[in-house]
């Protein structure tokens, strides 16, 4: 019988570390160009929830640009590892492997892309089957902290880079951690590309810098590239799966109070009409037809790595 074997992907490199900012453990996956570096150094790719879009990023890149290295931020999924993250929250008996996997990421993923709100706006906002406190929520500076002094030294350390053009990419929970990034430290990266930004957060935590961040454009001490992209059906809701707490009508009216297009649009529009230095540039939204929340990372990725480096 055939012995099937793990598939990988070539001419990638695992960095994995324990972050002296927050204490969690990182698991950082780098796609490397097959050209050699230019003079100036590779241009990079950073691209939040990596263990989802890591791959597709690396292909969509490899097929287009050929200076730019793929960096996706994640977690170890090693047994020990994920234990380690799960126990800060209680026993889940009864996961297979995979959901064990599934969950640790999950939590993980909702400390470091968010930012901290009152216990009574989480509440209010939580789904029935997925509660959480405040004490699992707002990691989100620390974690670009990490990002900052933690990840980026290493991938420089790995390959020659060129820091002053480098670019973040978040979907979600995590394009709402890029729009955070872009507000509070615009000049971390050249360009920001938040994909159906969870702008509803919190009720708008991630607009409370905003008015500061515009000054500085004003000012023309910052110039960041910015693109926002969502799907067109964002503000429909999917069927509701069994056992999830809520009706079909109850899930439908969350959904469309979230505006999400809504929102996306108004941020944009803000940000246009900005008189930045020549350096600064705001995309039109790209808003991607037929598209819900789950498939409008694919299209994003596609569009971003266009803006970013083409």
Do not use: C
């Given at each position: 019988m055939t012995q099937a074997e793990p598939v990988s992907i070539p001419n990638t490199r695992t960095i994995d570390f324990v972050s002296g900012i927050n204490d969690q453990q990182y698991s950082i996956s780098v796609a490397l160009?097959?050209?050699?570096?230019?003079?100036?150094?590779?241009?990079?790719?950073y691209v939040l929830d990596g263990y989802s879009y890591f791959a597709s990023a690396t292909e969509a890149v490899r097929a287009n640009v050929h200076d730019v290295v793929v960096v996706g931020i994640g977690y170890p999924s090693d047994p020990a590892s994920v234990k380690k993250a799960i126990e800060p929250f209680g026993p889940k008996p009864g996961l297979s492997?995979?959901?064990?996997?599934?969950?640790?990421?999950?939590?993980?993923r909702s400390y470091d892309l968010s930012l901290p709100i009152s216990a009574d706006v989480l509440a209010a906002q939580s789904l029935p089957v997925f509660k959480q406190t405040t004490e699992q929520i707002g990691g989100?500076?620390?974690?670009?902290?990490?990002?900052?002094?933690?990840?980026?030294?290493?991938?420089?350390e790995l390959v020659s880079i060129d820091p002053s053009?480098?670019?973040?990419?978040?979907?979600?929970?995590?394009?709402?951690a890029v729009l955070h990034a872009l507000f509070v430290e615009p000049n971390a990266f050249r360009t920001f590309i938040a994909a159906s930004p969870a702008i509803w957060w919190g009720e708008k935590a991630v607009l409370?810098?905003?008015?500061?961040?515009?000054?500085?454009?004003?000012?023309?001490?910052?110039s960041p590239r910015v693109l926002v992209t969502i799907g067109s059906e964002e503000e429909t809701a999917k069927p509701v799966p069994p056992g999830f707490g809520m009706d079909q009508a109850e899930l439908d009216a969350r959904v469309r109070s979230a505006r999400a297009i809504g929102n996306a649009r108004d941020l944009t529009a803000r940000l246009q009409a900005l008189r930045g230095s020549n350096g600064y540039q705001v995309e039109d939204v790209a808003i991607f037809d037929?598209?819900?929340?789950?498939l409008a990372p694919w299209p994003a990725l596609g569009r971003a790595i266009d803006f970013a480096f083409n």
């Open positions: 160009p097959w050209l050699p570096a230019p003079e100036r150094g590779y241009r990079v790719l492997e995979l959901e064990s996997i599934a969950y640790a990421f999950g939590m993980r989100l500076d620390d974690f670009l902290a990490t990002i900052e002094t933690e990840v980026k030294p290493r991938v420089a053009n480098q670019a973040i990419f978040g979907h979600s929970l995590a394009g709402m409370a810098n905003e008015e500061k961040f515009s000054a500085a454009v004003v000012a023309g001490t910052v037929k598209q819900g929340h789950g």
